[in-house]
C-alpha cells in the first residue's frame, strides 16, 4: 500500500476535507525535495495515497499541512499571527515491505499524529 494519510479535523468533528499539504523526502545533508503536493478529498485522505509501495525509499520524509489556511477557509477565526500555521511531522521510512500510514488529528490549538494501519 506504500505512504498514506488521514487528516481529521477535531474541532468539527470531521475529515479534514481541502487540506494543502506538501510531501519532501529529505536527504542526509537535510535538504528536502518535494515528492507531491495536493489538497485532501472530502474524507481527508490524499487522493490515491502519497506513495505507491514501489516508490518507497528508505529514509527521512516529511509531511506539511497548510492548517490555518484550512481552518480560516472553514470560516474559524485565528490570532494574527495562528497559532499554528504550518504542521511538519518529520517520520522516517525503513522497511519498504511495511505500510505507512501518517493519520494528523488538528485543532486551530493542538495535533498528534501516530503511525497507523
Known amino acids: 500500500m506504500g505512504l498514506s494519510t488521514h487528516v481529521l479535523d ?5 475529515p479534514g476535507a481541502g487540506m494543502a499539504f506538501t ?4 536527504g542526509a545533508d537535510g535538504a528536502r525535495a518535494v515528492i507531491k503536493t495536493g489538497r485532501t478529498d472530502a474524507d481527508g ?3 490515491g495515497g ?9 529514509g527521512a520524509y516529511q509531511l506539511v499541512f497548510q492548517v490555518a489556511q ?6 474559524v477565526t485565528l490570532p494574527e499571527p495562528p497559532f499554528l500555521d504550518e504542521v511538519t511531522l518529520s517520520f522516517g521510512i525503513a522497511d519498504l515491505a511495511a505500510h ?3 493519520p494528523l488529528l488538528v485543532s486551530p ?8 494501519s
Open 10 to 14: 477535531t474541532a468539527h468533528g470531521r
Open 23 to 26: 510531501l519532501f523526502r529529505v
Open 45 to 47: 485522505r490524499a487522493p
Open 50 to 58: 502519497l506513495l505507491a509501495q514501489d516508490e518507497l525509499r528508505t
Open 70 to 75: 484550512y481552518f480560516r477557509a472553514q470560516g
Open 100 to 102: 505507512y500510514h501518517v
Open 109 to 116: 490549538f493542538g495535533y498528534t499524529t501516530y503511525r497507523g
